[in-house]
């Protein structure tokens, strides 16, 4: 696969992961490796109480979740060598993870910019994460910096 380097990103580009089953396993695992023991995540008795009628998976755990369906993208394979730093996140929790669920991930460029150093630049990518219904369960952008093409 090619190499990508700052300038091979323009805004609207898109690209969509494979997909992933959430489990009772990883809802476990993930609650041993926090420390979040949460009964709406963990207890199936105490979670038909809450709103949602059923266990769902920590919202951090769909985060961890996308972050790892990014790296099975296209451009975030190409650009292993380019990439600077990851440089915050914004993240918002827009529906319920269910066990069984199976999501995938888009990412889109939604900004391209320069920075002060003429060798590197910042692309803002949004990524969704979607269930199997189509529904968006979790949304964020993400500011990256990105080497540019060498002279």
């Known amino acids: 696969m090619e190499v990508r380097y700052w300038e091979d990103f323009s805004v609207g580009d898109s690209w969509v992961s494979p997909g992933r089953t959430v489990s009772v ?88 910019r320069e920075t002060s150093k003429p060798e590197q630049g910042i692309i803002v990518l949004t990524r969704e994460l979607i269930n199997q219904d189509g529904k968006v369960v979790q949304v964020g952008t993400t500011p990256i910096m990105v080497r540019r093409r060498p002279a």
């Open 25 to 112: 396993t990883d809802v476990t695992m993930f609650a041993m490796l926090s420390g979040d023991w949460m009964p709406l995540h963990t207890d199936r008795v105490a979670a038909r109480e809450s709103v949602y009628g059923e266990r769902v998976a920590h919202g951090l755990l769909g985060l961890a979740i996308a972050s790892g369906l990014f790296v099975r993208t296209e451009p975030a394979i190409a650009m292993q060598t380019t990439v600077v730093a990851l440089l915050g996140l914004e993240w918002k929790f827009t529906g319920p993870i269910r066990l069984d669920d199976t999501v995938h991930l888009k990412v889109t460029v939604s900004s391209v």
